[in-house]
């Protein structure tokens, strides 16, 4: 009997959902895996996944689902998750939310890439280094524009003054900046623009020097490929989505929630979780604030990579793509 496995939710979610595939593989290694998910770009090419599917397969009951162990699960609503005592990481609770009764303990995220997907993504990164990749929106379904109707704006993403701030203060620092955005999202002046698809972004990522921005997709892809990175966070928290490796800087500001306000729970204790003083929930950064946190990460950026493109870049920063 093969497992077929259903997740749902956003990009952020798959990939973190990519642990949990591993887990599943290690644990149970003669046992075949069906993925069947929202975005099976995620799951192209993974070697421990036997069929990738979407959740609109056609004959999907008669022709994977019957007579298999099929599980569907929600990390989002187990208490350690949502609760303070016990609290975990989103990509440890996922075997428990699937019926497996565990923790992963130590999970590990993993997106697998071809050689020709990894040339394009150097190759473009050659062209415009020493090249970051920002994304300062996410969580935007289809057809929805961002700004007052999207539930989390105020508390997730980077608003727009202060999205331009960032991109100019590296740009000064001789950095080219990568926007990734949603379609309907405004250009940020100064930025590099690109409309491909977006697995054909995750090599860009995986060889950029850097990528900045907030808890949403992009933050975990990088975080997958162990990338330098700096997470403005708002509304969430890193314990329960962050990455923590040398070269992972968390932007706070001043209190914290652990989980977003409007998730449905089953009780009212993690509607407003608040910690201490040292991070934050509104996203209410100050221009100084924005400052302290680049000028912090790109003298580690510099460190790391010699300073010298850098460097030679000062002043003269790739022209827009549009």
């Known amino acids: 009997m093969n497992y077929i496995i259903e997740i749902s939710g956003g990009i952020g979610k798959h990939v973190m959902a990519t642990a949990f595939i591993r887990w599943l593989n290690e644990k149970q290694p003669k046992k075949k895996i069906i993925v069947v998910s929202a975005y099976p770009d995620i799951f192209e090419y993974n070697p421990r996944i036997h069929r990738n599917l979407r959740l ?14 099929y599980r569907k699960g929600n990390p989002y609503e187990l208490e350690e998750f949502y609760r303070e005592k016990d609290k975990k990481h989103l990509m440890q609770l996922f075997p428990k939310a699937y019926r497996f009764n565990q923790i992963c303990e130590n999970p590990e995220s993993e997106i697998y890439l071809t050689r020709g997907e990894e040339m394009d993504g150097r190759v473009y990164c050659e ?13 935007l379904p289809p057809g929805m524009m961002p700004g007052r109707n999207k539930v989390d704006s105020s508390q997730r993403d980077i608003p727009p003054q202060i999205a331009n701030y960032i991109v100019q ?21 100064g930025t590099l623009q690109i409309d491909i698809p977006f697995r054909n972004i995750m090599p860009i990522v995986k060889h950029a020097v850097a990528h900045i921005g907030i808890d949403s997709s992009w933050m975990h892809v990088a975080g997958c490929f162990k990338k330098s990175m700096l997470t403005f966070w708002g509304g969430t928290h890193k314990d329960n989505f962050g990455y923590n490796y040398n070269g992972s800087f968390h932007a706070f500001t001043k209190n914290a929630m652990h989980g977003r306000p409007y998730f449905a729970v089953h009780d009212r204790c993690a509607l407003y979780p608040y910690k201490d003083k040292r991070e934050g929930f509104e996203f209410d950064f100050s ?16 460190n790391k990579e010699g300073g010298k493109n850098v460097e030679n870049n000062k002043g003269n920063p790739k022209k827009d793509i549009l």
């Open 56 to 69: 609109d397969q056609p004959y999907l009951f008669e022709d994977y689902i019957k007579g298999n162990d």
């Open 127 to 139: 062209q415009y280094k020493p090249l970051i990749t920002f994304q300062a929106v996410g969580g």
């Open 287 to 302: 221009m100084r604030d924005v400052e302290k946190h680049i000028n912090k990460f790109a003298d580690f950026i510099q």
């Open 169 to 189: 203060l590296l740009r000064q620092k001789g950095f080219n900046v990568l926007q990734l955005r949603n379609k309907v999202e405004p250009q940020i002046p």
